[in-house]
């Protein structure tokens, strides 16, 4: 199927007016690259398709003056990783942007996309969680804000009510002698869903010997991305070393509830979390002491 | 004719332009979606939900009401006079489904309309009643008593006859030479192992798609992106009961079929359509059709012995192959049990080999079919008979190979073949040769074999005003077989290969041409092209006697030119073309053979290094290196081509492809993104050797190559794996899943 | 449902065509245009059969609405060869024999251009990486990615006067 209108709303509260119009049955998109696949194999029926990129502040990067981030919900993987501001500051996010997909749908996909989507296997939601990024949403009640830890429902569900729009991500400044990194596991080299994806963004002491602070989040192993408090906690105070790696590693494992399905087994799946994670906080202790 | 002398070649060995290379790179040639004539209608074909279901009705009035709907067929159009819908044959049902719906993605009915939208729309609007049956889908559980009974009218065919009750087992086939027994007592080291494939697809990257017109005097035209235009018009003709005579089909530039465009699928439903409609009918696949609705290669079950001496002679070997024919019956295990052993020289052997028909769409051709399953059990057992012998398996299979006399697998004695060239080859190889350090890598070896598929082939060739001759061939150009053709005749007729001009044209054009598969183009329209040069020399001699004033006898013809005995008189054959042309009648030949069906023999062979991760299982390619007998290489660069397309292929096959099933029998993973064929970063560039021993066969000493390539990938790098690992891999595809499966227990 | 009329820039030409709102570019650029050059080997973002480039930005038609390339500059494999002038790309696919069925070939050219014009020095790693969303099941992809090593090459000489 396809769908039966397109709009392409130049302000927030048109685009906010679109979307509540079709009682539901309305659907902003930016990059399109669910959406419109989604509609064509009658896996979502949609009335209008509503364009968000001509509205200004749905497209751009803002570094703020207190080091904050603010990606506007609409911006392209591409705009986004070729960011040398971004690349320097926020190499876990570049990690993301540049493994969805080929570069073809990189020139058009968003992380908000990704985010909406609500695909518990997305590669950006652990990212965004790891980084504590903060959802900015408009709607017809006016703006609110939702941590991305608790954005996501169900899969392909999330809190937004019909008529709400994603308008941006803020993320806060990271910490000195921080670092973060994304990983996800395929069986392809590109192309392909995450088996299972790992986000870490860790804060190290001044000297790099001790965690201080961890937020560990892993996807594709439960109904949303998950956000591992508990693993982060394993790692607060603890020496830099092996054996503190693998404890979050198995708090992370503790928390997965994987399926197998043609993507992979569930033990496969509980596996990975483990690698992964073990992975990523390897190449977040790299970048956090620089 | 005789060989000539490799070296005295002056066109083949080269590597000039394709002809149709510009409107390639520009997009200009018209492949199957891009035919568009004026009015056409669009069609979309109406799929079973259910992999094993009894078709109790189909009601289309809903859909033919749909403002919009031109026609709507169902199985019952194809039901020719004098029959009903239960006698409706295999080769229509599978188009169209009869009484049951046998496998998830069988075409129910199809629909034409304005446009495609509505079509699409309509044929959600068709309802059908299915009573839902129990669903059969390992190849080894359909040949078990009590299961779900596919086709109840179906008896086995065995040695002794027919078997006396329904069962889902098409054909027993026995093949037995020397005394296997005595073979077991002479053997000191056995292997043995009990090997499965998983069904794959070609996957090529055009979807099917057909346009037909069916004018009031009953003359039906089909343009189709088939591999076959004469095969399909033949098809079409028994499907419809429509006189061969008034089918043309047009071939459209073809993008990819590697077998799986040998059958009909849209040919005959667009046609119809177009009866009923009176208007054009165009229909185009979908990728997910494409996976479900038409023909991948089998999946496959073989439990394989294998002895040898202490001094490493194979001196008796076992199989039991079990193929998955898909829901129609077919013959692949019968084609396994001639490859299987076709590489060696073993004295006792005893296959039983068993076509088995699953909830699966209906298997086709596929690059080499039934060979690559085979070696996958045959070149791992030759690799632990190595390890245990401790014989280098290189050597070992040199110690083993097949050569001219041995007895090859149709049972007669092979002529010259180039398996031990292979494998010294392979020995001398500067892969082979470096040294392969590090942990969690190894390296395989493994050789490949497959045969001509020669057929029927008729081209024409006329010489224009200018001396330049047009070459009108019916074999679609998958690859590049316009140049290999154009450059045949060119060398045979002694002109420029830019004097020579390639056209593929329709059924009305030309003679009859098989498909374009089997490594037979540039094999049997190879000859049938050198036939019709000969012919044309022949009958400018003839002319040219007459114009000097000599007799015939007096004229050579000798590297393109004709020259009298003495030398007196002498011109190229442009100039003679030129010349004689320009007077008498116009100037043309042809040339039709039947060359056979499964002839001569080729050979491949593979090395590849892999480098397993202990923590993910995957499997990274390292490197890799494809060595083949080509016979002679006409046009080198796309013989390296048809080398590394196969090697890549194989790759896939070997590492992530499958057909993944739910337990009702659908195919889950029917898109490119789950179907997972190998992208540009997961191989390595596929180095190639290439070793040319002429067929004698052929005037040029030419061997089909497309399919030997795709044979040895999935036991080397299973052999690959198994070095890295320790651990020996009895199950493809080896994806991550599977190796951490095997080696870590990950379950 | 109505069709709407889109004014775009394709390969230098205004073009104005219609379409249904939710139908995609490249049904637009094959159906009504006529630009077949784009092929369709998934529909679904997979193979990059149907690229072409989107104000300066590789993209899958097959993904984009067409309603969203209105005032938009699009280039498809019609456009990538000037008059009877093939690009460096298009000759060195010729003789690297980089083509075999060639369904892939207008695709992989479309984005080794854009490539080629970013990052003149791109070599095989980044080749390879930058073709991953362009599926060829023909050639194994070696003399593909010969032939953009090649293209480049030619590419960075200065231009023969
Ligand atoms: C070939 C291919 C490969 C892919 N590979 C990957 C991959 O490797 N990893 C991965 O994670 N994903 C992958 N995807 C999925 C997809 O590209 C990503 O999820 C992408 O980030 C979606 O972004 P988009 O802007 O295109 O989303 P769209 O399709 O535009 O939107 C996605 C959903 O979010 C909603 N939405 C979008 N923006 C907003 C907003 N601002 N406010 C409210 N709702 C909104 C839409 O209504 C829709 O439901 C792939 C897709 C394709 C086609
Ligand atoms: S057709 Fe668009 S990516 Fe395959
Ligand atoms: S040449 Fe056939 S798919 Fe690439």
């Known amino acids: ?290 | 004719m005789v060989t000539k002398d490799r070296s005295s070649f002056k066109v083949i060995g080269t590597r000039p332009l394709r002809p149709d290379g510009i409107d390639k790179v520009t997009g200009r040639a018209q492949y199957g979606a891009d035919i568009r004539l004026s009015g056409t209608l669009s069609g979309h074909i109406l799929r079973s939900p259910h992999a094993h279901a009894v078709i109790k009705s189909i009601d289309t009035s809903k859909a033919e009401k749909l403002p919009g709907v031109k026609a709507v067929v169902t199985g019952a159009d194809l039901v020719l006079p004098g029959k009903t819908l239960d006698e409706l044959p295999d080769l229509s049902a599978n188009v169209l489904a009869g009484r049951k719906a046998l496998y998830r993605g069988h075409a129910i009915a199809a629909v034409a309309a304005i446009n495609e939208q509505v079509a699409r729309e309509a044929t959600r609007l068709i309802e059908v009643d299915y009573e839902v049956l129990p669903v059969v889908l390992d190849v080894r559980e359909s040949m078990q008593p009590g299961a779900p009974i596919l086709h109840q009218a179906m008896r086995t065919r065995t040695p002794s006859g027919p078997g006396d009750a329904p069962s889902n087992v098409v054909a027993h086939t026995q093949v037995i030479n020397g005394d296997i027994e005595a073979g077991w007592k002479d053997a000191v080291e056995i292997a043995e192992g009990d090997f499965s494939t998983s069904m794959v697809h070609q996957g090529y990257i055009e979807p099917h798609a057909a346009t037909a017109t069916w004018n009031s005097d009953g003359q039906v035209t089909i343009w189709s992106c088939t591999q076959g235009a004469f095969p399909a018009r033949e098809r079409t003709s028994t499907i419809l009961g429509h006189p061969i005579s008034k089918i043309k089909v047009i071939p459209t530039e073809i993008g990819g079929g590697f077998g799986g465009k040998i059958g009909v699928y849209l040919e005959p439903v667009t046609a119809l359509l177009a009866r009923k409609t009176g208007k054009p009918v165009k229909i185009q696949m979908d990728r997910d059709e494409v996976f479900e609705g038409t023909g991948p290669t089998p999946g496959t079950s073989i439990r394989a012995k294998l002895g040898a001496t202490k001094d490493g002679k194979f001196v008796a070997f076992q199989a039991d192959l079990a193929y998955e024919n898909g829901a129609y019956g077919g013959s692949a295990a019968n084609y396994a049990t001639m490859c299987i052993t076709a590489p060696y020289d073993i004295p006792n052997f005893h296959l039983d080999a068993f076509d088995v028909v699953v909830n699966k769409p209906r298997t086709q051709d596929y690059r080499a079919p039934s060979s690559p399953a085979a070696a996958f059990a045959m070149e791992q057992l030759i690799d632990e008979l190595s390890e245990k012998l401790n014989i280098d398996p290189l050597k070992l299979r040199l110690m083993n190979a097949a050569h001219e006399g041995t007895r090859g697998p149709t049972g007669m004695p092979y002529k010259r073949i180039g398996h031990e060239e292979i494998l010294e080859a392979a020995i001398d190889s500067p892969h082979y040769k470096s040294p392969l350090e590090g942990p969690n890598r190894g390296r395989g070896v493994a050789s490949g074999f497959w045969f001509n598929v020669a057929l029927r082939s008729s081209v024409n060739v006329s010489v224009q005003p200018d001396g330049t001759v047009n070459l009108i061939g019916g074999n679609t150009d998958l690859s590049g077989t316009r140049a290999s053709l154009a450059m045949q005749l060119a060398e045979t007729i002694g002109v420029a290969y830019e004097d020579v001009k390639p056209t593929v044209v329709d059924t009305d054009s030309v003679g009859y041409n098989d498909v374009t598969a089997g490594s037979r183009v540039t094999f049997a329209t190879g000859i049938a092209v050198h036939e019709a040069g000969n012919k044309l020399i022949k009958e400018m001699t003839g002319r040219l006697a007459e114009t000097w004033q000599v007799p015939v006898e007096d004229i050579e013809f000798e590297d393109g030119t004709f020259k009298t005995k003495d030398g007196a008189k002498s011109g190229t054959f442009k100039e003679i073309a030129q010349a004689v042309v320009g007077r008498g009648p116009g100037l043309t030949a042809s040339g039709s053979v039947n060359a056979g069906f499964l002839q001569g023999g080729a050979f491949a062979h593979h090395i590849v290094d892999v480098e397993v991760n202990p923590d993910t299982g995957k499997v990274n390619i390292l490197r890799y290196t494809a060595i083949q007998d080509v016979g002679t290489a006409v046009h080198p660069s796309y013989v390296e081509g048809q080398l590394q397309g196969g090697a890549v292929q194989g790759i896939g096959w070997a590492l992530n492809e499958e057909y993944y099933y739910d337990e009702e029998g659908r195919m889950v993973n029917s898109s490119f993104l789950d179907y997972r064929i190998p992208t540009t970063l997961d191989v390595p560039m596929i180095d190639t050797i290439l070793i040319e021993v002429p067929d004698p066969l052929h005037p040029f000493g030419v061997r089909g190559v497309g399919e030997p390539p795709i044979v040895p990938p999935l036991a080397a790098i299973a052999n690959a794996v198994a070095r890295a690992t320790g651990v020996r891999q009895y199950q493809l595809p080896m994806s991550p899943r599977r190796i951490l499966e095997t080696t870590k227990d990950v379950v | 449902m109505t069709q709407k009329v889109v004014s775009t820039t394709i390969n230098g030409e205004p073009v104005q065509f219609l379409s249904e709102p939710g139908g995609s570019l490249l049904t637009a650029l094959r159906d009504e245009l006529g630009l077949t050059g784009s092929k369709e080997g998934c529909n679904n973002g997979n193979c990059g059969a149907c690229n072409v480039v989107l104000n300066g930005e590789l993209v899958n038609s097959c993904c984009v609405l067409a309603m969203e390339v209105e005032g938009a500059d699009l280039l498809t494999i019609e456009g990538v060869a000037q008059g009877d002038q093939l690009h460096p790309l298009q000759n060195s696919f010729l003789e690297n024999a980089a083509l075999q069925c060639g369904i892939c070939t207008p695709g992989f050219i479309v984005a080794a251009k854009v490539l080629l014009e970013n990052e003149p020095d791109a070599d095989e790693a980044r080749i390879r990486h930058w073709l991953a969303g362009n599926l060829c099941r023909c050639t194994g992809y070696d003399k593909i990615v010969r032939a953009v090593l090649d293209a480049a090459e030619q590419m960075r000489q200065p231009a023969a006067t």
Not at chain 1, 42 to 67: C, F, M, Q, W, Y
Not at chain 1, 81 to 107: E, H, M, N
Not at chain 1, 180 to 206: C, G, H, K, Q, Y
């Open chain 1, 1 to 290: 199927m396809q769908a039966r209108n397109y709009v392409a709303p130049s302000s927030i509260d048109e685009a906010v007016a679109a979307l509540q119009a079709g009682n539901g049955a309305n659907r902003a998109f930016a990059g399109g690259t669910d959406v419109i696949i989604q509609v064509r194999e009658n896996r979502r029926a949609v009335d209008t398709l509503v364009d968000i990129k001509s509205i200004p502040e749905l497209i751009g990067i803002t570094h703020k003056p207190d080091g904050g981030l603010r990606l506007g919900a609409a911006t392209p993987c591409a705009q986004i990783y070729r960011d040398p501001q971004v690349k320097a500051r926020f190499p876990a996010l570049v990690d993301s942007a540049s493994l969805i997909g080929g570069v073809q749908i990189q020139s058009r996909a968003s992380l908000g996309g990704n985010l909406c989507n609500s695909s518990p296997a997305a590669d950006s939601i652990p990212t965004l969680i790891a980084l504590g990024a903060i959802a900015e949403i408009a709607g017809p009640s006016g703006r609110r804000n939702v941590a991305v830890e608790d954005f996501c429902t169900g899969p392909g569900q999330n809190v937004l009510q019909p008529g709400e729009l994603l308008v941006a991500l803020e993320f806060p400044s990271p910490a000195a002698n921080s670092g973060a990194a994304f990983e996800r596991f395929i069986p392809r080299n590109e192309m392909d869903i995450a088996v299972v994806n790992a986000a870490a963004n860790i804060t190290l002491s001044a000297d790099g010997s001790t965690f201080q602070a961890a937020r560990i989040a892993i996807g594709a192993v439960a109904p949303t991305p998950l956000y591992v408090a508990a693993a982060g906690q394993a790692l607060a105070g603890k020496p830099v070393n092996d054996d503190s790696i693998a404890a979050a590693a198995e708090a992370a494992r503790a928390a997965a509830t994987p399926i197998t399905d043609m993507r992979g087994s569930a033990a496969q799946r509980k596996h990975l979390v483990g690698v992964l994670v073990t992975s990523v906080l390897r190449t977040a202790i790299d970048r956090a002491r620089g």
